[in-house]
């Protein structure tokens, strides 16, 4: 057990006893849903002690195991036959196919959970649905697509005036309304519409190594990223909870940041790539300002 792990325990009594309010959610075009102080926070202080929202297994759900899809996912990601493929194109595909197993499980494993409805809420910055994909409708602009907004449906096919959206069979039913069978429309809608659930889980997972198991967190999850020392908080994950510290003194009203990458990779053009293929933003942090 790491000296960290044995000192859990504590924290969650000093996290209980003071009972303060050290964040609130803000919202922003530029930044998102994000966490701002709210009163001023020193050095040490446990900012956030959370239960994951969702606990997703890292290896793959076994009622996968029967789609030809993941068969022939598996097959891609285990380097199948090495073909004559050029090593780009190869890489591309195995991209593709990491994001299209996460979007497999995420489906599985979430069906079931009493939090889909918060799960749901969290970000996706991948924006990658595709034909069968179940959906959520987010951000449309115009009057009629604001009507959208909120709502979950399943893509149905392509959109044959338009190949950059999809046609997605909206559900419209009030969703607590038992008596009213749900009624369905089809409408054209763009992906950048569109949050998946296995988009929202690369864009929000946190790995939790004592439970061999990806978590999603409420709160957690919309706390911004920053690089090392950019960041102004850290966290400790274990057996399904997480442990949100202060690394320094934190100025009311300054917003909170935390490492996404969990290993000091270097900083400059690589890490801007992983984060980039992680998380599909170019990291504008303080260390990073020049770079991007
Ligand atoms: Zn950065």
């Known amino acids: 057990m790491s000296a960290m792990v044995q000192l859990l325990p504590m924290m969650e009594v000093v996290y209980n006893r003071k009972k303060a309010t050290y964040f609130k959610m803000a919202h922003s075009n530029l930044r998102g849903t994000h966490v701002v102080a709210v009163n001023h926070i020193q050095a040490g202080a446990v ?78 910055s991948h924006r990658q649905a595709r034909v069968g994909d179940t959906v959520k409708i987010h951000g449309l602009a115009s009057e009629a697509g604001k009507k959208l907004n909120g709502k979950y449906g399943e893509i149905s096919k392509k959109d044959e005036k338009d190949e950059n959206r999809f046609g997605v069979m909206v559900a419209m039913g009030a969703k607590n309304n038992k008596k009213s069978k749900s009624k369905s429309v089809l409408r054209s809608i763009k992906p950048c519409n569109l ?50 510290v202060a690394k320094r003194d934190i100025a009311d009203g300054e917003e909170l940041l935390i490492d996404y990458l969990p290993l000091a990779t270097e900083l400059g053009r690589d890490r801007l790539e992983l984060l980039h293929n992680m998380f599909n933003f170019w990291c504008q942090c303080s260390e990073h300002q020049q770079l991007a």
């Open 195 to 244: 949050k998946t659930l296995g988009g929202i889980m690369r864009t929000n997972a946190y790995h939790d190594g004592s439970l061999e198991a990806n978590l999603l967190f409420k709160e957690l999850c919309r706390i911004n990223h920053a690089c090392g020392d950019a960041a102004n908080v850290n966290r400790t994950i274990h057996q399904g909870k997480v442990y949100v």
């Open 47 to 124: 900012v956030l002690i959370e239960k994951a929202l969702h606990i997703q297994p890292t290896k793959n759900h076994p009622s996968l195991s029967v789609d030809p899809e993941y068969q022939s996912l598996i097959g891609i990601l285990d380097g199948g036959s090495t073909s004559a493929a050029s090593s780009t194109c190869s890489s591309t595909a195995h991209k593709d196919a990491v994001g299209r197993l996460a979007e497999l499980n995420a489906t599985a494993y979430v069906q079931g959970s009493k939090q889909k409805d918060e799960i749901w809420q969290l970000e996706d």
